[in-house]
């Protein structure tokens, strides 16, 4: 019997300023902000342009999705995080056919419901657009395996709503720990503990306890979602001379908020 092999490539998600997708579509703004109050309505527009010499047809989907603590990103149905505002979002279209080099401005609407509490934070979703499989897809032969091939293209617009009463930032730098598969990686784990995204910058400095020289590894910078944790790798150059040290790693996560530290000593060997 002959066997049936379907191939779905998806190219990437992929979240730029002006979004160009595997010579598909253009997409801008790849984030769409609001700062609602209860009750209140706000619509931006999404500029989706067909870059290809064909027609395309594209779709648009709502979904919910996190960050995990090492910044990955978890796609789920929408209305399953608690976060979730995907229903508050309506779209002009779901489907739209443009010609090539044809552009359209879609209306995506927020809707705050009256009687959301702002007390609960920041709410999010993403905004998927994508374009429309169809029969048509590349068929190949080869012995008994048929192959069809079907090329997904799929980009993802985060959408963001925080109450504009909401402007408190909270972090607590939680430890420092050797990695336990890495001997030369130490994990700085932060939670934020506050109401709304935070923006991140996190280093660690090390200095040599006999010498009291200092060394100071690279920043690095990262998002956070309110109640989320991350873990931040910081990996010992191989250059750092053997002894112990004193190690420290710092938080930064917006100006007018207290750095947030923790301090370990660990030994080079």
């Not at 730029?16 to 769409?32: D, E, G, I, R, W």
């Not at 505002?85 to 002009?92: E, I, P, T």
């Not at 925080?162 to 700085?188: C, E, G, R």
Request: with cysteine; proline share 6%.
């Amino acid at each position: 019997m002959t066997r049936l092999i379907w191939l779905s490539l998806l190219f990437g998600i992929v979240f730029l300023p002006s979004l160009l997708l595997a010579q598909q579509m253009n997409v801008n703004p790849s984030t769409l902000t609001y700062n609602l109050a209860p009750g209140t309505t706000e619509t931006k527009f999404v500029s989706v342009r067909n870059i290809t010499t064909k027609k395309h047809t594209f779709q648009l989907a709502l979904a919910d999705w996190y960050r995990d603590s090492i910044g990955n990103h978890v796609y789920l149905k929408p209305g399953v995080i608690k976060q979730s505002c995907a229903s508050w979002v309506k779209l002009g279209v779901n489907v739209v056919e443009l010609a090539p080099d044809q552009v359209v401005d879609i209306p995506v609407t927020l809707e705050v419901p009256a009687d959301y509490n702002e007390k609960e934070g920041m709410r999010w979703s993403m905004l998927f657009i994508q374009n429309y499989i169809s029969d048509d897809s590349t068929v190949q032969k080869a012995a008994r395996i048929t192959t069809t091939i079907r090329e997904i293209f799929r980009v993802g617009l985060h959408i963001y709503q925080t109450p504009p009463t909401i402007t408190s930032k909270s972090a607590v730098a939680v430890s420092l720990n050797k990695d336990k598969k890495s001997a030369d990686t130490y994990v700085f784990e932060m939670k934020n503990n506050g109401p709304t995204m935070l923006n991140c910058y996190a280093h660690m400095e090390l200095t040599n306890i006999e010498s009291g020289k200092e060394f100071k590894l690279e920043v690095q910078d990262f998002p956070v979602f309110p109640g989320g944790k991350r873990l931040v790798d910081f990996k010992i150059p191989p250059t750092l001379p053997k002894g112990k040290y004193s190690a420290l790693a710092i938080l930064d996560y917006g100006e007018n908020s207290p750095l947030e530290a923790v301090e370990s000593t660990i030994e080079i060997k």
